[in-house]
């Protein structure tokens, strides 16, 4: 499909065409059929509801504004100059979730998130290390990537540099030259506040002078301006920007922070997004100078929805790099599963909740990730048996996993409130593991279940095969030959092959939990059944 937006941008045949992340996907069903299924959906799983930043509640999400029926979804991306904090990986996993919600719902997504590769904090860091801005931004683009498939987020369908965008960023600027939204001075272009009578309706600014403080404060755009409360466009250049500088009709410099998520949001989706994401501490200045920049050029509503998450607190305080106590990802995760145990950790909490980090926490996490990974186990023992439970069985199980899946959707369509739907997911964790206990669960309802426990994951995302990537070791922590296993354990592991043999399998289920109180699990293996330490 072809989506065509007629914008007035001065002097540009490269804007004639937006929404290019959208029209560049291949799409195996007509746009009816997406509207159709988004209806559909409504049906079978209730309103989605979520929290809008911009009205201060949660609103119904049941629809995109779009024709083809696509929701357009932006998300504020990293600053590519140092790796990222698990405090920014809270807001890239909370966008997962959102993305995967509302696909679990029968919408089509169209996700594009922005990569910073040029700004006074990069500049620094090529000054001081005496690099080149396409090393520095390089480097730690490959190293968020690697972050992202470590923690199984779905990539986005465009991640736009604004490097690769400085022609589009100047056409924009000029575009709000042309509307009286902006002026020169000194080599710079601002944004003139006054001309945009809503600014401040985000954040809910009461008086413009309060936003010229805040704005004061929060924001590193140190140039000659008319009013305080205006922000940079463009940066005219200076002789501490080094080699960082473009030749353009705005002058010889570089691109404000503000502009570049405007210009890559309108050329990637259109003038019109459905959803716009991002932390918390994105909202003033960043989100409320967006949506003047964005709804001056165009005249039109930017976002309809403004999704926040909340920060993440080390030792009680906001963990940032500024303040020195951040944790990059590298320093949480060492193996395969404190990559899953971080994920499940980020999104089992409530997302606009402050959460707070420490090494508890994430040992809980582990913990419960080895929980799952456990009853999955068992329940893949079960489809390999050959029992039978009577009627009444039958109908405790499946009334267990239709209560989960009622329980589960209705959480998640009240704000994404992943607290409520793992609690879910546990309370039918719970009475399953009574079942098999008792043995009352046959082949084709522990496969029921395990598939119940597969679909909640399209949501979650919890169970993956981890990749190896920077200093994430093997699941074991060795090299696979090292392992010396007690003889008593290797003796148990033997009276469990045989118990299952005769189909005792209330002895195998007491010698497997024996074996795994004493920290290890049972692997099945081509050559049969061997433990891994925990």
Same mark, same amino acid.
């Given at each position: 499909m072809t989506i065509a937006y007629v914008l007035p941008l001065i002097g540009s045949s490269r804007w004639g065409s937006h929404g290019q992340a959208v029209s560049e996907?291949?799409?195996?069903?007509?746009?009816?059929l997406i509207r159709a299924s988004a209806v559909d959906d409504k049906r079978t799983h209730g309103d989605f509801s979520l929290y809008n930043t911009m009205t201060g509640k949660k609103e119904v999400f049941d629809r995109t504004v779009h024709e083809?029926?696509?929701?357009?979804?932006?998300?504020c991306g990293p600053t590519v100059y140092d790796s990222a904090h698990v405090g920014n990986f809270r807001a890239f996993l909370t966008y997962d979730v959102l993305k995967r919600w509302l696909r679990y719902r029968g919408f089509d997504v169209s996700h594009v998130m922005n990569l910073t590769d040029v700004d006074d904090k990069i500049i620094k860091r090529v000054l001081r290390e005496g690099s080149t801005l396409e090393e520095i931004t390089e480097k730690y683009s490959k190293l968020f990537f690697d972050d992202l498939s470590l923690l199984n987020v779905i990539p986005a369908d465009k991640y736009p540099r604004a490097t690769d965008h400085i022609e589009d960023i100047v056409d924009l600027i000029e575009g709000l030259k042309a509307k009286g939204a902006a002026y020169e001075t000194s080599g710079s272009t601002y944004f003139k506040v006054d001309s945009f009578s809503d600014y401040g309706k985000l954040v809910k600014l009461e008086k413009r002078e309060s936003g010229a403080r805040r704005t004061e404060a929060n924001?590193?755009?140190e140039y000659d301006k008319s009013d305080a409360r205006d922000f940079a466009l463009w940066k005219a250049y200076k002789d501490e920007d080094g080699e960082v500088k473009w030749n353009s009709a705005l002058g010889v410099g570089r691109p404000g922070w503000h502009i570049e998520c405007s210009c890559m949001a309108i050329k990637y989706l259109g003038p019109q997004i459905d959803i716009h994401g991002g932390g918390i501490d994105l909202v003033f200045p960043h989100h409320e100078n967006e949506i003047a920049q964005s709804e001056a050029?165009?005249?039109?509503?930017?976002?309809?929805?403004?999704?926040?998450?909340?920060?993440?607190?080390?030792?009680?305080?906001?963990?940032?790099?500024?303040?020195?106590?951040?944790?990059?990802?590298?320093?949480?995760v060492k193996k395969p599963d404190d990559a899953r145990a971080f994920r499940y950790l980020v999104v089992s909490s409530q997302y606009r909740s402050t959460l707070?980090?420490?090494? &508890? $926490?994430? @040992?809980?996490? =582990?913990?419960?990730?080895?929980?799952?990974? !456990?009853?999955?186990?068992?329940?893949? &023992? $079960?489809? @390999?048996?050959? =029992?039978?439970?009577?009627?009444?069985?039958? !109908?405790?199980?499946?009334?267990?996993? &239709?209560?989960? @899946?009622?329980?589960?959707?209705?959480?998640?369509n009240d704000d994404l409130n992943t607290p409520r739907a793992v609690a879910a997911l546990f309370e039918m964790m719970s009475k399953v593991g009574k079942l098999l206990k008792a043995e009352k669960l046959d082949s084709a309802h522990a496969k029921m279940v395990d598939d119940c426990i597969v679909d909640f994951d399209r949501v979650l995302g919890v169970f993956y095969e981890v990749p190896t990537v920077g200093n994430v070791s093997d699941e074991d922590g060795t090299d696979g030959g090292d392992q010396v296993i007690p003889e008593a354990l290797q003796e148990l592991l033997l009276q469990r092959t045989e118990a299952r043999k005769s189909k005792d399998f209330s002895l195998a289920d007491q010698i497997r939990d024996?074996?795994?109180?004493?920290?290890?699990?049972?692997?099945?293996s081509p050559n049969g059944a061997v433990l891994i330490k925990i």
């Open positions: 996907r291949r799409r195996s069903r007509a746009s009816v083809d029926g696509v929701v357009r979804f932006y998300s924001d590193t755009d050029y165009s005249g039109k509503e930017f976002a309809r929805f403004w999704v926040h998450n909340g920060f993440v607190n080390i030792g009680g305080e906001k963990m940032s790099k500024s303040l020195g106590n951040f944790r990059t990802l590298g320093d949480v707070n980090f420490t090494e &508890d $926490v994430l @040992k809980a996490a =582990r913990n419960t990730i080895k929980r799952l990974d !456990s009853l999955r186990k068992r329940l893949a &023992d $079960v489809q @390999k048996e050959e =029992r039978t439970v009577d009627m009444q069985a039958s !109908s405790e199980i499946e009334s267990i996993v &239709d209560t989960a @899946k009622s329980a589960f959707v209705a959480a998640m024996q074996i795994a109180a004493e920290g290890y699990q049972i692997k099945d």
